[in-house]
Nanobody, 111 residues
Framework: HVQLVESGGGSVQSGGSLQLSCVAS????????MEWYHQTPGQERELVAS???????NYADSVKGRFTISRDSAKNTVYLQMNSLKPEDTAVYYC??????WGQGTQVTVS
């Protein structure tokens, strides 16, 4: 059974930074891609960033140049480094495995 646990969310001022972490258990996350989504109240979940099995990365236009997705296979962890945060980045952030398992989410609030 794949389990994903996110952490690192919190409240920051506009222009600040946060690093989200997603630790996987029950599955080696470097077997295929991983993704980060976010969701705001009343909205559908949106893809923020993805990292493919080979390491290639993709980003939503709204976060390009500000967010970086990375993976540490030894720690079975995927990260989302978020810099130059804006109020519109406020959302619950979820990591998603290649098996389509989802974490519980972590709240990010930018004021």
């Amino acid at each position: 059974h794949v389990q994903l646990v996110e952490s690192g969310g919190g409240s920051v001022q506009s222009g600040g930074s946060l690093q989200l972490s997603c630790v996987a258990s029950g599955w080696a996350l470097n077997r295929c891609g991983m993704e980060w989504y976010h969701q705001t109240p009343g909205q559908e979940r949106e893809l923020v960033a993805s990292i493919l099995r080979g390491g290639a990365t993709n980003y939503a236009d709204s976060v390009k140049g500000r967010f970086t997705i990375s993976r540490d296979s030894a720690k079975n962890t995927v990260y989302l480094q978020m810099n130059s945060l804006k109020p519109e980045d406020t959302a619950v952030y979820y990591c998603v495995s290649g098996t389509n398992d989802w974490g519980q989410g972590t709240q990010v609030t930018v004021s």
